[in-house]
C-alpha cells in the first residue's frame, strides 16, 4: 500500500475525465480486386482518410464519443482497399462546467480513442495483404474549431 500526501494529491473536486470503456460500434474492410491489388506496384497509392468526431450525453455526467475513421487506397478499378472504423468510448466528466463538456467531449475523448483506433485500423490493413496504413496524428482541437465555423457560418 502506498502513502499518499495530501499536499500533491489532486483536490477531491479537481476537474477530471474517466474512460469506463471503449469499443468497435462498427468495423469494414474491403479488398475488392484482390488477389490483383496484392501484386507489389512500382508506385504508391493515393490514401485518402477521413475523420469524424460525434457524441451522445448517456447522462448527467456520462457521455459516448464517437470516432469515425474511413479511408482507402486507390481509385475506381484501382481501388485497392477501403476501411471504416467505428470506435467509442463511454467517458465520466466530473466537476467540469457544463459550458464546457462538448469541447471537452469532442476534443479529449477522441484524442484519448485515437491511438486505439489508428492500431485496429494498421493491423486491419495488414491483415487484409497490405503494409499497415499508420495515420498520422490528428489535432481535435482544430477539427473541434473548423466544425464550430462551419455550423457557425451555416447559421449566419
Do not use: W
Not at 27 to 44: D, I, K, M, W, Y
Not at 81 to 109: A, S, T
Not at 138 to 145: M, N
Amino acid at each position: 500500500m502506498t502513502d499518499v500526501d495530501p499536499q500533491t494529491a489532486p483536490p477531491a473536486n479537481a476537474p477530471s475525465i474517466a474512460a469506463l470503456g471503449q469499443y468497435i460500434k462498427d468495423l469494414s474492410f474491403e479488398n475488392p480486386n484482390a488477389p490483383q491489388s496484392l501484386v507489389p506496384r512500382e508506385t504508391g497509392p493515393q490514401i485518402a482518410i477521413s475523420v469524424n468526431v460525434n457524441a451522445r450525453q448517456l447522462n448527467e455526467t456520462d457521455f459516448e464519443a464517437l470516432l469515425t475513421l474511413e479511408g482507402k487506397a486507390g481509385e475506381g478499378d484501382d481501388l485497392l482497399f477501403r476501411f471504416e472504423l467505428v470506435y467509442c468510448g463511454i467517458f465520466r466528466l466530473q466537476n467540469i462546467p457544463p459550458e464546457n463538456h462538448q469541447p471537452v467531449v469532442m476534443i479529449e475523448c477522441p484524442r484519448l480513442l485515437f491511438p486505439f483506433a489508428r492500431h485496429i485500423i494498421a493491423d486491419c490493413v495488414r491483415n487484409g495483404g497490405f503494409p499497415p496504413l499508420y495515420i498520422d496524428p490528428i489535432d481535435f482541437a482544430v477539427l473541434y474549431q473548423q466544425r464550430l465555423a462551419q455550423e457557425t457560418a451555416g447559421t449566419a
